[in-house]
């Protein structure tokens, strides 16, 4: 079946330290996936996005993902969290053509 | 605007009223979807237009809620008799008809 998964709730980083909020992914073909943020009280959006090419896809905000095909995974990086980065982060893939399947979100919450 | 707007930001209403909420995708943008989500749930798809293709009303969770799209361009989600567990943040999304989706900002509705 078509899934998207998060396996982290919520995590908790200090400011300055780096950041990898997983994303695990069920098709049968390599999908197209994507990373959106959501602030408090605000929509979503768009972080970065994977289509096909080159593995290791750039985003926004100095975001970054690795899409891994033996892991079925796309895990969202940075290296140097700051507190704006405090938000839920959402992964998503293709359903039913052109739809999208969200995971549940994990929500990051900084130090300082 | 360049992006996604949503009306009004903020609904309360009480229990057994109708509800209308508005959405401007982007201009251009033939695609358009309907989000629901719920405190401390995920994403919840209810409906989806392309274009003048009959809408994908898949994920309507009841006959109370309808939607529609005028001239292809503003959507309106109509909840009927709203119950106290219509109370969420709902959320519209546009895209050019590909994979990628941008969302507005939402609308917050709660149900006394």
């Known amino acids: 079946a078509q899934s998207v998964t998060q396996p982290d709730i919520h995590i908790t980083v200090s400011e300055g330290a780096s950041l990898e909020l997983r994303c695990n992914y069920s098709?049968?073909?390599?999908?197209?996936l994507f990373w959106y943020v959501q602030s408090p009280g605000q929509g979503l959006q768009l972080l970065l996005k994977?289509?096909?090419?080159?593995?290791l896809v750039q985003g926004i905000k100095g975001f970054e993902a690795e899409f891994k095909r033996s892991q079925s995974s796309f895990n969202l990086r940075k290296p140097s969290v700051h507190w704006s980065d405090a938000a839920e982060y959402f992964c998503?893939?293709?359903?039913?053509?052109?739809?999208?399947?969200f995971g549940t979100g994990t929500r990051l919450q900084v130090f300082p | 605007g360049a992006g996604v707007s949503q009306s009004p930001s903020n609904k309360v209403t009480e229990k057994g009223k109708d509800v209308e909420l508005r959405c401007d995708p982007i201009?251009?943008?033939?695609?358009l979807y309907w989000y629901r989500q719920s405190l401390g749930q995920g994403l919840e798809f209810l409906i989806y237009?392309?274009?003048?293709?009959?809408?994908?009303k898949s994920g309507l969770p009841s006959d109370r809620f309808s939607a529609e799209r005028t001239g292809g361009s503003v959507s309106t989600l109509t909840i009927q008799r709203t119950q106290q567990e219509d109370s969420a943040v709902y959320l519209c999304?546009?895209?050019?008809?590909?994979?990628?989706?941008?969302f507005g900002p939402g609308t917050r509705l709660t149900v006394l």
């Open positions: 999304a546009s895209s050019r008809g590909g994979a990628t989706q941008y």
């Open positions: 098709y049968g073909a390599t999908p197209y």
């Open positions: 994977y289509f096909s090419g080159d593995t």
């Open positions: 998503a893939g293709p359903y039913n053509t052109d739809k999208l399947i």
């Open positions: 201009s251009g943008h033939t695609a």
């Open positions: 237009f392309q274009g003048n293709s009959a809408p994908d």
